[in-house]
Each structure stands twice: as structure tokens, then as C-alpha cells.
């Protein structure tokens, strides 16, 4: 911010020159100042004045209704009552009524209180006088002299020892604060990088909580599994299935682009993390015409038939594939962990 | 009087004027059909098959060609089934009426026996996922619950939480799922239509696609309770988000305006 | 009033506020505020409809906080809920259940904490619009606008910590997201991850640590911050609109006992009860038909509450770049977001220290202008307020796809161009209708008022009548104060040594040329001009 003087001529002149004090023939654009009152019609007529009271009065009035029907309602209604009521639809009647109830008694307190300033309380419009928020030079220079005054006395400036250990406590203190702050979670280690998957764990199907079968895996149909021994009772359940999520879909072989999807499928059963490799979003909008999987956070796009690599959106890289094979009862499983983490990038991704 | 117009207005009135319809239909199929020969059957599926050719020349072979083989303009529908006839017929997605990024759903142009006739000899081509019986998609006694979570599994990714449709790639959609019959939604979730992917019975055993459509008719349906008032069109915080620029502060605003605003002055007496 | 001597007994009012004067000092105070004067203007009360709906937040949420649980600890729904029962969930979702499902008035709270949370955002929004547009950030006033800004930057996460709190499918994608982001941190972003939810997303910790904020932290802090913005406003007086009889020097309006004590108070009552009303008729947030959270479930359409909105936009529309390098990954496609986000608002915060900069104008101000003469600066506010829809469409993307049936992929582009085009295009725009109503002004004050009564003069020429304006009017459209644009000094000065000039200061002027230079602002009309005109009127 520059502080240096600006040209008195290049600030707009006359703002704080007295206004109204030039004479209308003279200056045509002066300030003829404050406009006389007018009076309402309730100043000048006290029957209107009558009609504003009422008026006022009737809505404190409906507000006093408006509570008492609101404690009725709260006692008629039951809680689990459901209205049809055009246009809003099959509602709570209590919610209903409640609100209505409650808009309304406060509505109306405000609506009589803002009838009344506006119509019965004076409006003449007053002038205040402005002040400068900032102090005056003899004001400022006592407070320099206060202050330097008791600057003197604490001796500050001249023992600098005191000053120089006071400062060292004062900045260490705050490091048992954040050492403190240690334990909020653990160190990342492996853990972004590993998921339960593992050479010989079955697929479940999540809507079956059965292994799968490559033959019941269609082409053109989506399927979505977790690994063997996990299950939704799990203590850690939710935090398993946020790397482990697996989504499968069948893709007729000649049609798959990437020499390693096809490779680490079974017979055209492709299996990909459900983790978006953008911010974590299960990701699993599949078009099974186009084989493009689209997510419904953020819209990155994939193409599952070419390695799951990103065609559109914000994602940085493919969605990892989880190499598959068949076991001998005859069951899909997984061939080993995912070979790079899943889900968003990081850091230590590499 | 509330009473009665609110069960006027009754959601399951339309429910019950189905039921009842479906009743007279199976009754009325009942008297006429012919007592359980297996012959008379044979006949009347060859007949229907012979309908529905004719039916299919006239309709459908200009794209999909003339023996259902397939043309540049329409993919082949050899080993498609009844079920994804009924489905395409019977939502009004086919016939096709112009190209574009998805054939939407429209007004249905063939009565239920022309769709059959059409299902039966398209069914003739290939075998592939027959026409469900009402026995099987059916959401009575389904676990509403346990529909919901396979909801959230498999379908709210497309179709949002309570089958209000959203957006796929290159103006692609999955379609609201309001007001679309039970027999319709499992023949979608059986064939898969268009880009939406098949949920063959084989992952999602048919007590689950029932669990399923009895969710979406739960949530999404006339009868769908909404506690707290308007929904909004159940698409969460973009549109509370306008109600709450467009009615909240706009309110409050007009309020503003009145408190703020002089009184009227008195008009020189 | 009584005085010591008087021997008769002060009414009992009199009495306690006596008392509580020898404690408090409660007439000093009194002698101070309570006749203090107040103008009327409507766009002036938009601060308060943020006061109020802060209020109301905090009486609901205590309410809230008396049935909720802040815990992460699974349960089965046992509730009235059909489409949930026996459905695994956590306790914070379970209890939210029971507020909106069998605690009566529950759902109600509920949605006006909610409904007033949308409104009391979308009011810092539109309060700090009307500061910015009318120049009422000017000194003295530039700490309190970033009182208000760091009001409304805080509120986004106030929001967002709060939504997040009952743990369902859709505010844990938005937890989800968030993790995300921070895992794009380079170096430490993996390590503030693991601390936040307390090891891996989504852990059993995070309900907890939100909630503590959500309640404790940041209200606690907004609420030190609002009582600092209210106390500014007092000692500074409102600002107030240029007309006959107010100046730089006063403030004209009525006194706060009694017309605004009714007014204020009363617009509580008014604001609390429209949001009652909207929570009656319109639901928000319906947790049950959104379902628990589970990582590996979504649902399309997943947005955040409008005012993260923008920051939803930022993120969908960035390209995807990834740098890969020495082991290491520089995550820019979400990184580069996350910090643009704060450098956009933040713009607009540091906004009224780079104008007085420009100007160099030293001066307190307390005269709201009207958005046209500073065409500059409106043009500035619209283009940022383009910038700013621009992602909230982008933010919405799916949903425009699908109702307006396009390409979600045409919108993404879209929002790509305009996010840097659309401001470009709006500033010019803008600049171009203020300077036209500056120019109307200025014929309106020259020429009067066009008052639509055709005169057929005695050769045959048709002309419209203009009226010309009263005193006041002239005054009004007169009286705001127009800058000369700055300019180097000379190369050499008096004494002929060369004047250096630092590049800043070069900076300055060329900046300041674009505010107040040539075909930047139309020259307000002069005595000269009207009287001119005015006496040559008679030849029309």
C-alpha cells in the first residue's frame, strides 16, 4: 500500500465542503438540505390513527392464536400422522401444522411491531453528526507519551536478556500444543497402498453375499464385490470396502483394446476398483454400449474396455485392475492385491 | 370432507383400479383362453408369432431389419427375448422416432396384445430374457430395506438416491424412474436396455430386483410420503439451493422492502 | 428523572436501572446508542436477515444438540422409517432419524436450521454485494468487511461441517471429497488425512471431530466476529445514500428507540417467521431417502450445499493432471482447485485495500454510491460474481444436462471458456451500461426529466416536454464526487534532478487511469453546462 501524498487536485473536490450553505441562485446543484416532514395520514387524522392501532393489536392477537394453535397441534397431531396436502404432497401433518403454526406467531409479532413503527411511531427523519473515527493530535500524542512512558518503566528495551528469554518461552509454548495434536491418527505407512484383496480371496457378489461364477457373469451386465471374509457387520467394514470395492463387468475379449486388461481378466470378466482415482467417489455410471464408466461426482470418464484409462474429467489416472482368475471349485478370485494403491492420488503415490 | 378428498386424491386408488383391471384382464384371459391344451397353446403362440411378424415388417424392420438381423440404423434383436420387446414396446422407446444421443421414453403407440404378438416373434429369432409373470416382479412382501441398500448399490449411482433420474456422458441420461410400472423395471433391469448395464438373475437373483422395485415404489411413487414438505424434485441441494435464493431470501427481501420503505404520506387535505 | 433528593419512591424500572447503572454503566451507554440514528433502506437490512438467521441457527442447533449423537459406532434402524429398518447405519444417522421421525417438532427444527443455514450464507452473500457495489467498504470500513468476508468464509465450513454431520450417502460422498483434496496436498497431505479422520477414510472419528467444530469452534468464533462487526457498525454510524440534507458529515434516518427497536426486533420476528414457514411447507436434507453412508454406494446428482457449490464447480471442470515425478505425485487436477478456491474469494476480500491503493484517497467515506459512478469497480464485483455463477453452474453440471437436455460434456467445456471469458466479457459489458446511465444522468440533470407530453409547436415540429427537476433531484444526481485520474509526476522536478519513479507507482497511475481516466467515467455537468442550457431552453 503506497503512503505517499496524493495531489490534492486529484481528489474529488467540495466533499467536505459545507453543504446548503451556497444559495440556490447561485449554485443550482447546492444541497437544499433535508426535505420538511410530511405528515402520514395517521398524524393528521386520529381515526386513522384508530385503524393503525387496531390493526397492530389484531396481529399481536393472531400471533397469541397462532402459539395456541401451535401447542394443539403439538398435542392433536401424532408424530407419525401423514396428510396429502395439494401441492405439497403426502406431508407430516404435525411438521405441517407446527410450522404454520410457529411461522405465523412470529410472523405476525414482527408484522404488528413493523405496522406500527411504520405508521404510529414518529418518522421524522433526524440528522446525526458524523465524527471522525480517528483521534485527535493531542489524544494521539498522550497515548505516545503513556506509552512510552510505560515501555520506560518495564525496562523492555533495555534488558534485553528479559526480553530476548521472554520471547523464547513465549514461541516454545505453543509446541506442546501441537505435539499434543500427535495422536489425532496414525502415520500413513502402507496403508493407502494396500487393500484386503489377496492372492486366492473369492469375489462376493454384494447383492448375493455369494462367491461368483464367471458363467453368472453376463456381458453387458454390472456387478459389484467385496472380498472373501469381509462382511458389512465388520468392525472396520466401513473402512475395507472404501479401498477394497470392486466393480465387474463382462467385455466380449476381441472387443478389449489394452493387451493387459485382457491379460488380467478371465475370459473377458474385467474386475476395477469402484474408487475413483480422482477424490474417491464410488465410481460406477457404466454404459455398457460404450464400456465408459462415468462418475456421478465429478463426471471423470473412463474406458473400461482400454485399461479403464481417463477419456474426460478431472481424474489424473486409470482406475486400477484387479487381475482375476478361477479357482478350482470353480469360483472368481483374485490373483493378488491391486498392483498401485486405489483411489485418489497423493503424495507418496509415485 | 377432508377425508374424503384426500382419499379421492388417495394414491392407492390408482393401485386399486389396476388391481381391478388386472383382475378383469386375467379373468377375462381366463374364460377365453382355451382349457390348458398344450396344442392350443402351440397354436395360439404360433398365431401370436405370425401377428407379430407382420406386425414387425410394418414397425420395426426399416432399422432392425427385415429378420430382426440388424441394420446400421438399429442393432440386431436376435437373442434380445420378450422381456426387452415388452420393455422397449411397452415404455414407448420403440419404434425409434429420430436418432440422438438416447431414445427417450414416450406415449405407447401398440395395445399390450400387439407388444406380445411383437415379444413372441421377436422371441423366435433367439432365445434371451422372457417377458417376467406377474408372480415374479410382483413387489408384494419384498423387503423394502434390503431393496433400498441393493438401490444404493446398483441403481442410485445412475438413477439418484430415489430414482429421480441424472446425467450420463454426451447427453446420455438414466431416465426418472417415476411412474414406471414394476414389470417395466424389472424387464430394465433384466435386459438392460440402451447403455444401462443387465442385472441377469444370476447376480441379482429375482427376489432382489423385487426388493428393489418395491423400494422404488416406496420412495418414488404417488404414495411416497414426503414428511417435510415439497421435495423439490428429490435432486438434493442444487434445487434447496434455488428455493432457497428464489423463495428464502426473496421473501425476505420483499419484506425488507415493506419495513424499510416510507409510509405513505398524507395526500395534501 | 429522579434525582438523590428526590424523597418519592422511582418507579420500580427506574430502580433496576438504576441499579444496574451503578454496576454497569448502563446510562452512559444508553446516552450514546439510544437515540442513535438508523437510515432507511431496504438493502440495508440485509445484514440483519444474516444476524437473525444466525440466531436462529444457534437456538436450533442447541435444540438439536440435546438429541443427537456424534458417534460413528454402527447400529441397526430400528426406527418407524419402513424404507430403513434393519439397515446397518451409524449412531449420528440413527439419531438424526429419531429427530425427523418420532421427536415431535424434531423434523421441524431441523429443517429451519437448515433452511436458515442456506438463507443466512445466501444473505452474507447478497449483504456483501451491496456493500462492495455501493463502495461502503471504503475507509473507514475495510476491517469490517473482512469481518463480514471472514463471517461468510467461515459460515461455508460452518455449513459443511454441519451437513456433514448425520453421515448420510450424500454428505459422505462430500466427506469423501474433501479427503481427497487433502490427500492432494503435496508432502504433508496423506499425514493431515490420517490426523483429520484419525487414520483411514472414513474411520470412526470423524462425526465427533465435525461436530466439535461444527457447535463449538467456528460458531464460537463467528459469533466472537459478528459482535465485533455490529460494534464497528455503531462507532462508524451506517452509511446512507446521497440525497438533499445527507452529507459525508451526518447520517439521516430515525432513532433506534423507538422506530428501530420495532423495526429491527420486529424483522427478527418476520425473518424467523418466513423460515418457519418454508420449513413447514418444504423439506431439505431428507437423510432418509438418501440412506447411510457407505463408501463404496453413491448416488448421482451428488452435490454440496450451494455455497460449496463453487468450489464443486472448480473441481468438476479441472482437467485431470497428474505429475509424476522422483517417486513422488503432484496431484494439480485437485491441488490446483483447492487452491484457487481461496484466491478467488479472497480477491474480493482484498479488493477495498487495492483501491484505496489506486486512489490514493485518504479520506473517510460514509456516502453509499450508487453502483454507476464507479464503473470500474461495478464491472470489477460483476465480473467476479460471473467468475463465481460460472462454477455454480459448473458445480451442477448433471443436472442442467438433464433438464435442459445437453451433453454434460458441452457444459464441462463451457464452464472451461467462460469461467476466464465470462468475467472478461461481463466487465466490458458492465463498464459500458454504467457509463450509460452515468450519461443519462447527466442529460437527465441538463435537460430534465422526459415527461411523455408531446408539444406541437407553432411551425409544425413536434417535441417532448422535459420537466425539469427539482432542486433535490439535482442535487442527488450531482453531488457524488468524481476522481481525476492520477498522473506521473514530471521526469525532472523543480530543481532538475531526475525523479525516479518505482514500478508500483507506475502501476498506480496506469490503474488509476483505468478507473478515472478518459472514457472511464462521464464528467458530472457543471454549473456552466445547465445554466447554458437552461437559459437557451426557450428556443426549442
Known sequence: MSTQEIPEENLPAGQDAAHGAVKVADDPFADPGLPPHKPRIQDIDERAARRSE?????????????????????????????????????????????????????????????????????????????????????????????????AAESGFGRRKLIRNTMFGALSLVPLSGLVLMRDMGPLPEKKLRTTMWAKGKQLINMNTHEPLRPEDVAVGSLTFAMPEGLSEHDHHFQTEIAKAALMIVRIQPEDIKDKRELEWSHEGIVAFSKICTHVGCPISLYEQQTHHVLCPCHQSTFDLSDGARVIFGPAGHALPQLRIGVNDKGFLEALGDFDEPVGPAFWERG | MKKLSARRRHPLAAVVVLLLALAATGGLYAAFAPAGTAKADETAQSLAIEEGKKLYSVGCASCHGTGGQGTTDGPSLVGVGSAAVDFQVGTGRMPAQQPGAQVPRKKVIYTQAEIDQLAAYVASLGAGPITPTEGQYSPDGADIAKGGELFRTNCAQCHNFTGEGGALTHGKYAPSLEGVSPKHLYEAM????????????????????????????????????????????????VSEGLFAWIFGLGALIAVAIWVAAHTAKAKKS | MSTVTDTKKAPAGERVADWADGRLGIYTLAKANMRKI????WSFMLGEICLYSFIIIILTGVYLTMFFHPSMNEVEYAGPYVPLQGQLMSEAFNSTMHISFEVRGGLLIRQIHHWAALIFLAGMFVHMMRVFFTGAFRKPREINWLFGFLLFFLGMFTGFTGYSLPDDLLSG??????????????????????????????????VARFYSAHVLLLPGIMLGLMVAHLILVFVHKHTHFEGPGRTNKNVVGMPLLPVYMAKAGGFFFLVFGVIAVIAAIASINPIWALGPYRPDQVSTGAQPDWYMGFAEGLIRVMPGWEINLWGHTLVLGVFIPLVIFPLVLGAIAVYPFIESWITGDKREHHIAQRPRNAPTRTAFGVAWITAYMIMLVGGGNDLWATHFHLSINSITWFVRIFFFAGPVIAFIITKRICLGLQRRDRDKVLHGRESGIIKRLPHGEFVEVHEPLSQGELYKLTAHEQYQPAELPPAVDENGVERKVGRMEKLRVKLNKGYYGEDNQIAKPTVEEYKEIQSGHGHH
Not at chain 1, 402459539?67 to 404435525?94: E, N
Not at chain 2, 443387465?198 to 430386483?209: G, H, I, L, N
Open chain 1, 54 to 150: 387496531r390493526a397492530v393489536a389484531l396481529m399481536f392477537t393472531l400471533s397469541m392464536l397462532a402459539t395456541i394453535a401451535f401447542i394443539a397441534s403439538y398435542v392433536i397431531f401424532p408424530v407419525d400422522q401423514i396428510v396429502y396436502i395439494w401441492p405439497f404432497g403426502r406431508v407430516s401433518a404435525l411438521n405441517f401444522a407446527l410450522g404454520l403454526t410457529l411461522g405465523a406467531a412470529l410472523f405476525f409479532i414482527g408484522a404488528g411491531a413493523v405496522h406500527w413503527a411504520r405508521t404510529l411511531m414518529s418518522d421524522v427523519e433526524v440528522a446525526d453528526e458524523r465524527h471522525p473515527i480517528a483521534a485527535s493530535p493531542e489524544v494521539k500524542a498522550q497515548v505516545m507519551a503513556d506509552f512510552a512512558a510505560g
Open chain 2, 190 to 237: 433384466q435386459t438392460g436396455p440402451q447403455n444401462m448395464p443387465s442385472f441377469p438373475d444370476t447376480t441379482m437373483p429375482e427376489k432382489e430386483k423385487k426388493d428393489i422395485i418395491a423400494y422404488v415404489q416406496a420412495v418414488n411413487s404417488e404414495k411416497a410420503d414426503n414428511p417435510g414438505g415439497l421435495k423439490l424434485g428429490g435432486l438434493g441441494p
Open chain 3, 38 to 41: 438508523f437510515p432507511d433502506h
Open chain 3, 173 to 206: 460422498t462430500g466427506v469423501r471429497f474433501m479427503q481427497g483434496a487433502i490427500l492432494s496436498v503435496p508432502v504433508i497431505g496423506t499425514y493431515l488425512s490420517m490426523f483429520l479422520f484419525g487414520g483411514e477414510f472414513p474411520g470412526g472419528d470423524f
